[in-house]
């Protein structure tokens, strides 16, 4: 009796095995493929200034052992990207691009600053970045099968103005032929080309999403304002009187759809 029961028992148990659907593995997901999304974050960087000419002669003061301050810049950022993956192994190679559009600014001022003939002034330098574009190579390992960690690499360009403008409401801020303006200002809006370097975390946890987080800094050449809006007939050219340092470092967070299946 008692082997008849193990036996219908292990039948029955059989029978109900049979019945339920086999179990299968959740698959890995496959990076592979393009992408197109959107990100959103802010930006820090510097754009500090440096004295480039010293002008000890008319329409200014004296600029002899005159430091400039630092400035430092931020704000908010946010655009889209594009790219493609490829995955061989635990290993994702690809290209990506993007578009930042970025409100990130500062500025920084000192006074006195020109200085010898006893009067007052204050000089404030700013810059203001309003866009970022990137083309760069990515590699990096998955983990976990939905998880990849990269570093990346390539080129960057962006605008930027910069602008230094001496303020005097007193005495005016130098003696240019009959009269001495309260204001002079150095401003110019440039387009540079640098290079910039990384790295980001991201995620698939929905089928054909990934989420996100991504980290750029980037490096410009040095731009030098032109002086702009007074007339300085007879008084000789005025110089580029400064040249600012860019550097800006990039955190966004990333939400990403890929074509094709997970």
Not at 184 to 209: D, H, K, M, P, V
Request: aromatic share 14%.
């Amino acid at each position: 009796m008692r082997k008849a029961l193990l036996g219908s028992a292990s039948a029955v148990a059989l029978s109900c095995a049979a019945a339920l659907p086999a179990y299968a593995a959740s698959p890995v997901y496959s990076w592979t493929g393009f992408y197109i999304g959107g990100n959103i974050g802010g930006g820090v960087g510097s754009s500090d200034p440096s004295l480039i000419a010293n002008i000890t002669a008319a329409p200014f003061f004296n600029t002899n052992n005159l430091s400039t301050p630092s400035l430092s810049v931020e704000g908010f950022a946010g655009g889209g990207q594009a790219g493609y993956n490829f995955q061989t192994g635990n290993y994702v190679y690809g290209f990506e691009t993007d578009f930042t559009g970025m409100n990130v600014r500062g500025s920084s001022a000192e006074s006195p600053f020109f200085t010898g003939k006893g009067q007052p002034n204050t000089v404030t330098w700013s810059s203001r970045y309003s866009w970022l574009y990137t083309a760069r190579l990515r590699a990096g390992l998955t983990m976990g099968g939905n998880w990849l960690i990269y570093g990346t690499g390539g080129v960057a360009v962006t605008s930027v103005r910069d602008m230094a403008m001496c303020t005097s409401p007193a005495t005016g801020c130098g003696d240019i032929g009959p009269f001495s303006p309260q204001s002079l200002q150095w401003a110019e809006t440039s387009t540079l080309t640098g290079f910039t370097f990384g790295g980001g975390i991201e995620g698939a946890f929905l089928q054909n999403w990934i989420f996100g987080l991504k980290v750029l800094y980037a490096k410009f050449p040095n731009t030098s304002p032109n002086f702009i809006g007074v007339n300085t007939a007879g008084s000789g050219a005025v110089p580029a009187a400064f040249s600012y340092d860019h550097s800006l470092t990039l955190v966004t967070f990333v939400v990403d759809y890929k074509f094709g299946g997970p």
